[in-house]
């Protein structure tokens, strides 16, 4: 892990504008590609939801707060909440009785022994499978949703298979359950909103449509939703645009 990501160390230093404007800056150096996109309000917001987060689970060290923010970053607004990574509960909540410190060392091995079985030891190999993004056409997004809990799995095993080993029957259930109720996928849109949201909270958390560094989504998806005639291989080009540059994310955080 690099001396710039560690998440060990440093003072009490709060929720001040100035640990906020420090968090923002971070993210724009380490991770320019990620938020691109974000606004500077967008980019603000993420960082105070994140501090907030990392404060409630009893992070207050400036590293440390950091280290969550990053984490905010890569597994997506509301990582902690996401049924994806209920595998990091245990530590954030303190289950084990650990301080701050030795819980921010665990939770950064985790994190890097789930980049290693989920994506694959190098970065390449990761970014490559998700060529497989650019063979979903709106035919399969709109078969899949038809069947959900049948083909969503399946679907979400086509982009990266072994992340499913992170994801128990619940947390599978979770994602597709709302992926079906997300307010904005119209009955009369294209048929193949539930599957799409479903790939999207897969790829970038549970709360893709209310992440602050992700807001650039909601225009680019919309459209398709409402049942707009788009181009669906542009839009997966996008998708796939980002998730190579969220998978960077990771890979500088836990190196």
Known sequence: MSAA????????????DRVV???SERLRNNFPDLIATASRE????????ALERARGHGFNRRRQ?????HLSTALGSGFDSDPQYRWLQPLLDNRLGLAATQRSQVMCWH????RVRAYGGELAASQAALARLLAIDQSQLSLISRDLPNEGPRLLATVFPRRLDF???EAM????????????CSAQGSGGGPALLLLLMFLFGHQVLSDPLRMWLRPLITPYLMGAPICVQSLMR?????AAANLAALWKISH
């Open 21 to 23: 404007q420090l968090a």
């Open 173 to 184: 259930f979770s994602l597709l359950n709302a992926s079906r109720r997300a307010d904005y």
């Open 111 to 114: 994190v890097d022994a789930f």
């Open 238 to 242: 996008r998708i796939s645009e980002h």
């Open 167 to 169: 994801m128990d029957r």
């Open 65 to 69: 707060m950091y280290f969550m923010v």
């Open 42 to 49: 967008e980019l603000t917001q993420a960082a105070v939801n």
């Open 5 to 16: 990501l560690s998440p060990f160390g440093g003072v009490d230093d709060g929720t001040s």
